[in-house]
């Protein structure tokens, strides 16, 4: 996973140490080491934005890595014991851990001290494995020892209600849903309903996903939003669509306000734009990533588990 971005920031670390050691100022009188000059600096910050934007990463994120960067290394004294390529290898990496660095949500202590049911609604276009990430969460709160129920509040997409029955048969947990083309927030409100009734721990949403830009559908998300009252609302994207996922959450966290981000298909993503950039984007975490179809592909995102991947040899 993320091989062009990682291909891309060691080449940046290559390119970067080949041109400062060719204009290195060591004119301090104390010969104390050497710093770095803002002319070699320049292109070395363009090469950094030019490679991070081509691997998908967001405008916005580019700007405070670059940022980042060059406060890091512009004029930094660097002790003769330390090589000019560790001192840039460490200003990408502390730029890159302080884009990801956003307050994230323990999951798990929320859902464990929360009132009973606890509702969480899922967000997305479709195709993004938006219902399989469902059923992972169900199986990993199964695990924990929690009741669940699935509310297919898709009513829209012809199949939907098969492909949550199917993951509620596999896992052992009732779903509630009525007839294709009935009202979305109707069946999460009674399936919040049955869980008070039956005492059941968590209530997961499924929603339809439409296009994004499809106003219907951000109204409909709005409605059940509004009968629902879901606890909270993640908005579960492609890591494959790069920029267009970070879009797609935008649109969502501006219609009905996200609360944090479950990205799949990790496992194949070459570029690592998107885990990147859309927590930032958003201001809101990445919660969970999913490495696999299985239902154990389920991985709580940690950024220094992502720093480490990208600069790892």
Not at 242 to 254: H, P, T
Not at 278 to 283: M, R, S
Request: proline fraction near 2%; glycine fraction near 8%.
């Amino acid at each position: 996973m993320f091989e062009k971005l990682k291909k891309k920031i060691a080449n940046i670390t290559l390119t970067s140490k080949k041109e400062i050691e060719e204009d290195v100022d060591e004119a301090f009188v104390d010969g104390w080491g050497s710093k770095i000059k803002e002319g070699k600096l320049d292109p070395i910050l363009w090469d950094l934005k030019v490679a991070l934007l081509e691997a998908d990463v967001a405008l916005s994120v580019v700007d405070e890595i670059q940022e980042e960067v060059k406060n890091n290394l512009l004029d930094k004294k660097i002790a003769r014991k330390y090589s000019i390529d560790d001192v840039i290898e460490t200003a990408l990496k502390n730029a890159v851990q302080k884009a990801l660095e956003i307050e994230t949500i323990d999951f798990d202590k929320y859902v464990e001290e929360s009132e009973k049911p606890v509702s969480i609604m899922f967000v997305g276009v479709n195709g993004t494995g938006k219902t399989t990430t469902i059923a992972k969460i169900a199986h990993r709160l199964i695990k924990k020892k929690y009741s669940c129920v699935l509310a297919a509040s898709d009513t829209f997409r012809a199949g939907a209600l098969e492909q949550i029955q199917e993951h509620g048969n596999r896992l052992g947990v009732k779903v509630i849903k009525h007839s294709k083309g009935s009202d979305p927030a109707a069946v999460g409100y009674d399936a919040v309903e049955h869980a008070r009734a039956r005492h059941k721990d968590v209530v997961l949403i499924d929603t339809a996903g439409r296009m994004q830009t499809n106003k219907n559908l951000m109204d409909e998300m709005e409605k059940i939003k509004r009968v629902v009252e879901p606890d909270l609302i993640i908005f579960v994207g492609d890591a494959l669509a790069g920029n267009d996922a970070v879009d797609q959450a935008q649109k969502f966290d501006g219609s009905v306000g996200i609360d944090g981000v479950i990205l799949t298909k990790i496992d194949a993503d070459a570029k690592g734009g998107s885990a990147l950039s859309i927590g930032h984007a958003v201001g809101k975490p990445i919660l969970f990533v999913g490495t696999g179809e299985e239902y154990e592909a389920l991985e709580e995102f940690d950024s220094d588990w992502m720093t480490e991947r990208l600069f790892e040899e």
